[in-house]
């Protein structure tokens, strides 16, 4: 059981290139997330889904896309990058969460440390 | 939206002192509050966790405490070691369903001093 995994670990970008995040998970879980970690600003939800099929946009979605084909699979692509997308984007998966029940652990995958120039 | 408000940012304790880190929520209708530790270099790793119907939560040497009347929760850590330094994140959960928009603070960088 791999849990959440991301590739790559880092990566290197030029202006206005463009590129796909890759996050997986093994454990069936139907809730999956991209976060953003910025020094001093905590991790800000990029996009989120709730299943396969099923996306929506969290609280900084603009300059990227995801897609849920599959509950295993959440990429996140960089259509055109921009140098204040240097970041650290974290991976995350929990459990379905039912309704009216409470929620359950976030899982985190290790990150990956995304460089623009 | 949820907001959520983290102090201090940044504390210091010597080795077998307390720590303690508040947090406070604007959404009255959040109903759950996990506290993450992440570690230089690491992913967040979920270390505690209160739901809304319950005021305290405790294990071992780490409780989390929740007022909702005044919008605010806060992480306890007693006898802290040196590996407790890391960096801490509170958050809250807005939706019906869970943590499908969990909204972070902005962490506090907690130092153990040998």
Known sequence: ????????????????????????????????????????????LIHYSVGAGITDQGEVPNGYNVSRSTTEDFPLRLLSAAPSQTSVYFCASSPRILAGRAADTQYFGPGTRLTVL | GENVEQHPSTLSVQEGDSAVIKCTYSDSASNYFPWYKQELGKRPQLIIDIRSNVGEKKDQRIAVTLNKTAKHFSLHITETQPEDSAVYFCAASLSNFGNEKLTFGTGTRLTIIP
């Open chain 1, 1 to 44: 059981n791999a849990g959440v995994t991301q590739t790559p670990k880092f990566q290197v970008l030029k202006t206005g290139q463009s590129m796909t995040l890759q996050c997986a998970q093994d454990m069936n879980h139907e809730y999956m997330s991209w976060y953003r970690q910025d020094p001093g600003m905590g991790l800000r």
